[in-house]
Structure formats: structure tokens, C-alpha cells
């Protein structure tokens, strides 16, 4: 307390109603003069010192930078040591999600109120998105705060749970649903794309950074290896040698109909690329989305379309009914009454795997699982899904423990 009170400047006083107050002047963050007043030193003196404590952080939010500014250098410093791809999803999460909505604000005075506002549209998105889009906002907001730039974490006690929307399970396609999907896209250019994902389990990403000299279909167990991934930087399409993960590399065994297929492909091909556009480069994400539309065109699902109306384009909704023709082609049939995504051909060959008997670690390296408990969290729904396999599993196991 005596060194408390050795620092104490001998403030002056006034007297105001027949009291005698202590006082003094300091400048705020707006440049104005404020007068203090206290009954005693010591009283005034904490009174300066959080006063000045709360210019000072006054000040620091008004150096700060808004939100934009400062998400813009988070993500360079991420570039330092995330995935291109990775990096690819963060900015594009970040662009839509976060600075539209809280952009132009001070970092150093955004609220929790306020993020949790921003996220009220993001909350009519996917679970997963709503999901990474908080860790997104957690990890910038962690980075402000140990750089000083803020003083106070507002998304210490943001939470994902039960935002977004819920995602129903993903179901496989059935033996008829394939067939049936190959047959709508047989000659067509998805076609070598669509069986790669059925019958190998490659990533969208793989497949179209697949090249020939990864291919072997001379050897007596045809193959292929998986070394090179597909993204995108401004629709622009790269190829690289840097996979989603180390298990990412493998060699994949090709059954005898893919390996036909791919003989086929490889014999009408001019590029280095498996599957490629007109020029034999790799496709662009637009390319990829046109190349994709092969297949949503000939599904019988109700969606937004266009159609010319005195010479401009109109929205109207369509309603395809299963096996009749579209109305401006004659040659596209809506033959499937079923969705098909790029990543569902993966899971079902994933899921066959597994009706097929092979052992966990065997689908967990032909799929390019890096976690193991990826591939058993899809292991234990599948065989929960088959429950005449686990009632004679465990009806051998019981005579086996009575018999004992």
C-alpha cells in the first residue's frame, strides 16, 4: 500500500457544494479534455488508471482494421501452410459468408451478437458448411486476439451445435440404379468419369487429375495409382502432385469392365489426361459443372429451367416426368428418378467394398482414408443396414458360446 501510495500524484482540489473533491484532466480516444473527481487520492487515482485503461483501448479499436481487411491477412498467412485446395475453401467460405455480412465493421468491435446475426443465413445451409464456417470465424478471431489486435475473443463461446441445415444420410445406389445410370450416360462424355468413381472410389479431384502414365492396364493385374489431384484457382484447373492426404496415394486394382472401359477411352484419346476437355486440358470448374450437367438434365427432379419468351430468357419451373423426352431435345431422356452427386459414386464403391466382405484396413487403403474411424463409422452403418447379416453373425456366435 506505502508504494501505492509513493506513486500517487498530488492531485488539486475543489470544493463543490462545501465538499472538497479531488481532481484531474486526461484526453480521450476523440481527443477531448475530461475532468475526474474522487473524495480521496487513492479513489482518483484507480479512476484515472481504468480510465485511461479504456482510452487506450479505445484508441486500439479505432487503429484496427475491419473485418475484410484483416480476414484478407489471415488467409495469406494460411496459404504458409494449408493445402491450395484447402486454402481454396476458406476463401471461398470466407467471401460469402463472412465479409458480406460483417466486412466493413471493426474487427476490435464486433460482438458476439454480431457474428451470431451474420450466421443467421448461413444457418439455412448445410450443417457441415454452418460447421466449418464457426471453426472458420473461431481460428480468425483467435489469430486477432494473441496478434493484440483485439483484446477480447467474441467467439470464445460460439458453438456449430445444431446449426444448419441436417443432412439426410447418404444412401448408396443400388445394383438397378447404377445400371440404370450407366445406360443414361453410355457414349456420353461423363461416361469414363462415372465409372472411375463407381468402380475405382477416386475422388472427384483424382479422377480428373488422373493421367495415362498412371494407368496400367498391360500388366496381368490391370491397375491404377493414384499421385496426382485436380483443383481450381480462379476457374482456372491445375494439376498437382499434392493429394488431400499421404493415404490419398494408392494403387487401386481395376476390375475387368472398368479396365475394358479405360482400354477403350485410351484408344479414342489424344491427351495425357484420362478424362479431359475438347483440347485435351484439364477441365475448369466450369467445364466440369457443364460435363456434370449430362447427368442432371436426365434426372426426373423438379428444378428451376429457361426457356425464351419474345426474345429474352425466363425462369420457369420444370417438372420432367420419368421416361418422357425433354421438350428442346429430343435425344435427353429423364431416365433416373434418383440423384447422383460425384461423391456418391465413391460411396458406393466404398459400400460394395464392404457387402463384399473386405476387411476394414484393406477398404480403409483403397479408399485413401487417412483416419481409420472414417472408414468404420461408413463400415458400422453399412452392416447396420444389413440386418439379416448381423442376426446370422451373432445367432453363429451364441451356438458357439451355448455349445461351449
Known amino acids: 500500500m506505502a508504494g501505492k501510495r509513493s ?129 472458420i470465424y473461431k481460428c480468425i478471431f483467435r489469430a486477432a486476439e494473441e496478434s493484440r489486435i483485439i483484446s477480447k475473443n467474441p467467439t470464445v463461446y460460439l458453438s456449430p451445435q445444431g446449426g444448419g441445415v441436417p443432412q439426410g444420410e447418404k444412401q448408396p445406389l443400388t445394383d438397378e440404379q447404377v445400371q440404370r445410370l450407366l445406360d ?40 491404377l495409382t493414384v499421385r496426382r489431384a485436380w483443383h481450381t484457382e480462379h476457374n482456372r484447373p491445375v494439376i498437382s502432385t499434392e493429394l488431400k492426404t499421404a493415404a490419398a496415394e494408392r494403387n487401386i486394382p481395376l476390375p475387368d469392365h472398368l479396365a475394358a472401359c479405360l482400354r477403350e477411352a485410351k484408344k479414342k484419346s489424344t491427351s495425357d489426361l484420362v478424362v479431359a476437355n475438347r483440347d485435351g486440358d484439364p477441365l475448369s470448374y466450369t467445364q466440369f459443372k457443364r460435363l456434370w450437367q449430362y447427368v442432371v438434365t436426365r434426372t426426373a427432379k423438379p428444378r428451376i429451367a429457361r426457356k425464351q419468351v419474345d426474345g429474352k430468357y425466363v425462369k420457369y419451373m420444370l417438372y420432367p416426368e420419368l421416361g418422357e423426352k425433354a421438350r428442346n431435345n429430343g435425344h435427353v431422356v429423364y431416365s ?43 463400415y458400422a452403418k453399412v452392416k447396420y443396414n444389413r440386418p439379416d447379416d448381423v442376426v446370422k453373425a451373432m445367432t453363429c456366435a451364441f451356438a458357439e458360446w451355448d455349445a461351449s
Open 336 to 378: 433416373l428418378d434418383f440423384e447422383v452427386t460425384p461423391h456418391l459414386l465413391r460411396h458406393t464403391y466404398i459400400t460394395n467394398l464392404i457387402h463384399a466382405s473386405v476387411d476394414p484396413k484393406t477398404v480403409q487403403y483403397l479408399a485413401g482414408h487417412e483416419n481409420s474411424r472414417i472408414t468404420m463409422d461408413i
Open 184 to 223: 443414361a450416360v453410355r457414349e456420353l462424355p461423363p461416361y469414363v468419369f462415372i465409372m472411375l468413381g463407381l468402380y475405382a472410389g477416386l475422388r472427384r479431384e483424382e479422377i480428373l487429375g488422373l493421367q495415362w502414365d498412371s494407368v496400367y492396364l498391360d500388366t496381368e493385374a490391370p491397375y
Open 7 to 135: 506513486r500517487i500524484p498530488k492531485y488539486g482540489t475543489v470544493e463543490i457544494k462545501g465538499h472538497i473533491y479531488y481532481r484531474t484532466t486526461i484526453t480521450d480516444s476523440e481527443g477531448k479534455q475530461r475532468t475526474l473527481y474522487a473524495k480521496t487520492r487513492e479513489e482518483l487515482y484507480d479512476k484515472e488508471q481504468d480510465t485511461l485503461s479504456q482510452v487506450d483501448d479505445d484508441r486500439q479499436r479505432r487503429k484496427s482494421p475491419t473485418v475484410a481487411d484483416y480476414c484478407e491477412k489471415w488467409l495469406v498467412m494460411q496459404s504458409a501452410h494449408v493445402r491450395t485446395t484447402t486454402l481454396t475453401d476458406y476463401k471461398s467460405k470466407v467471401h460469402r459468408n463472412i465479409i458480406p455480412y460483417l466486412g466493413d465493421k471493426k474487427i476490435a468491435e464486433v460482438t458476439l451478437d454480431d457474428i451470431q446475426l451474420a450466421l443467421v443465413p448461413v444457418s439455412k445451409k448445410s450443417a457441415s458448411v454452418y460447421k466449418s464456417v464457426i471453426v
